[in-house]
Nanobody, 121 residues
């Protein structure tokens, strides 16, 4: 069992910044990819940014140049620095981690509980 705990969401004015954090714990042998997704009510969850254990990153076009994903492998933690926030960035943000367990079942695809980010105009 792998648990993800997010923090750092909240209310911010347009143009402001927030930093999200997500810590993974539990039966973790390795974390191959950590990422952030976001979802509006009734909509499909979408990828915001992801980072591999080697540091390769991938961003949604809508956040390129404004958001930065980073991770601390020693702490099993991923961060999302969000700058120049816009009202359209208002979503619930979810942390995701994919990797391998010690013993069975072998691999995991874990999600956090979500953290609300609200950007006011």
């Amino acid at each position: 069992q792998v648990q993800l705990v997010e923090s750092g969401g909240g209310l911010v004015q347009a143009g402001g910044s927030l930093r999200l954090s997500c810590v993974a714990s539990g039966n973790i042998f390795s974390i191959l990819v950590m990422g952030w997704y976001r979802q509006a009510p009734g909509k499909q969850r979408e990828l915001v940014a992801a980072i591999t254990s080697g540091g390769s990153t991938n961003y949604a076009d809508s956040v390129k140049g404004r958001f930065t994903i980073s991770r601390d492998n020693a702490k099993n933690t991923v961060y999302l620095q969000m700058n120049s926030l816009k009202p359209e960035d208002t979503f619930v943000y979810y942390c995701n981690a994919k990797g391998a367990n010690w013993g069975g079942p072998g691999t995991y695809d874990a999600w956090g509980q979500g953290t609300q980010v609200t950007v006011s105009s």
